[in-house]
């Protein structure tokens, strides 16, 4: 037990000289070069994102730089004993003291900087203010355009500028301009692609797709002029028809035509009448309207059928025609053959021995009745018998 302790106490010394020791009063700390020239106070509101509250107090350095820039800590240290440094940096600085912004890091951040020799750390307190850097224009436009063709095509984009700059708008590709007529060959898929400048010469291009659709367009019916027909005659119109997009097209008609265009007129249609030429490609119509004059065509007059008449030699024949106009025109009558007018006494010699050539013979005559409108005339014949009479013997005086 004797030779036991002697050998711990030996141990102990041993272990204790081989400790890092505390530091002793007389190792200094490093210090950061210049940094007086920096210190100032402060009473600041930061928005950074690594604070929400006030700054109160020391800043030890200062830093700006704009969104998009890498902002590098300049802050170096020196030990006054010649010992060896290292750094360590808060966030957002890497470990290198580098921290690459974006635009959204607008602000001011308090960062501190950690400067040691191992032993001894020193701290500076450093205010970085990351200013708002310039934004290229917004070019907001929907995912497509679709346009018909034939339609005044307007490229409808939110083009602006988050500083109020002025923007310049250019187009490329399917258009030039805001602006497009679309033609009627243009049916397809394109692009547009647009570029947005503001007065700092940021730029931004956006390009989008375009969707021509297809219009049908309706045939076309060459204009028609009135016409005219007379009664009885036979109307035909075969119009000029035609189709932009090259469609087969049917022509229709309103009454009183047929489907093929046709009228035989007959008497009674004068008049005027409005006719509607129907072309169509089976979607689209197109229609083109005519007044057509059925002029009225002058009709003769009609003598209604003549009995033949039978009478006595001596007797009166009397013939009582019924004649009219369709037209309604004043009609006169006109007599020949064997008659001059509608009334005649025979005598005693018209059947024997004028007519006939026996006693008691029966003559036969024709008479012709005309009536005429003063253009028309029509003619009907009837047959007058004269029957032979035999008169009874007269005393002479």
């Known amino acids: 037990m004797k030779r036991i302790l002697p ?52 800043v030890d350095y200062q830093i700006s730089g704009t969104e998009g820039e890498v902002i590098t800590l300049p802050l170096r240290a020196t030990d006054p004993d010649g010992d060896d440094i290292t750094y360590a940096y808060e966030d957002p600085f890497n470990e290198d003291g580098v921290w690459e912004t974006n635009l959204g890091d607008e602000g001011t951040y308090v960062v501190d900087v950690n400067a040691s020799d191992g032993l001894r750390t020193t701290t500076a307190t450093v205010l970085v203010t990351v200013n708002r850097a310039n934004r290229a224009p917004v070019v907001d436009c929907p995912s497509r355009f679709t346009f018909p063709e034939g339609e005044l095509a307007t490229i409808n984009c939110d083009i602006y500028d988050p500083e109020g700059d002025r923007v310049v708008v250019t187009y490329q590709g399917w258009t030039t301009s805001r602006t497009k007529r679309v033609g009627y060959d243009d049916a397809g898929n394109y692009s547009v692609v647009i570029t947005a400048r503001d007065t700092q010469n940021n730029t931004v291009e956006r390009t989008v797709p375009v969707t021509v659709t297809d219009t049908n367009r309706a045939p076309e019916i060459t204009d028609i002029e009135d016409r005219s027909v007379q009664e009885t005659s036979t109307f035909s119109i075969d119009p000029e028809v035609s189709d932009p997009d090259g469609d087969d097209v049917s022509v229709n008609y309103t009454a009183p035509l047929s489907n093929q265009g046709i009228w035989e007129t007959s008497y009674g249609d004068a008049g005027e009448y409005d006719i509607t030429v129907v072309a169509s490609d089976g979607e689209a119509t197109a229609k083109e309207t005519f007044t057509l004059t059925v002029d009225a065509r002058n009709q003769a007059p009609v003598i209604r059928p003549l009995d033949n008449i039978t009478v ?23 007599y020949s053959g064997w008659m001059e007018s509608n009334q005649y006494t025979t005598d005693f ?35 007058v018998f004269v029957d032979d009479t035999n008169r009874a013997p007269q005393f002479s005086r």
Do not use: H, M, W
């Not at 004028?354 to 014949?381: H, P, R």
């Open 7 to 58: 050998l711990l106490a030996v141990a102990l010394l041993a272990i204790v000289a081989c400790s890092p020791s505390a530091p002793s009063d007389n190792t200094s700390s490093p210090v950061f070069d210049n940094i007086s020239t920096n210190q100032t106070d402060t009473n600041t509101t930061l928005n950074g994102s690594n604070t929400t509250s006030s700054l109160n107090g020391s």
């Open 312 to 334: 006595d030699e001596g007797e009166t024949v009397t013939i009582r025609p019924e004649a009219y106009d369709p037209d309604g025109d004043d009609v006169e009558l006109d």
């Open 349 to 383: 010699e018209d059947a024997y021995p004028d007519g006939c050539n026996e006693k008691g013979c029966t003559a036969a005559y024709t008479v012709f009745v005309t009536a005429t409108d003063g253009e028309l005339t029509s003619q009907e014949e009837l047959t």
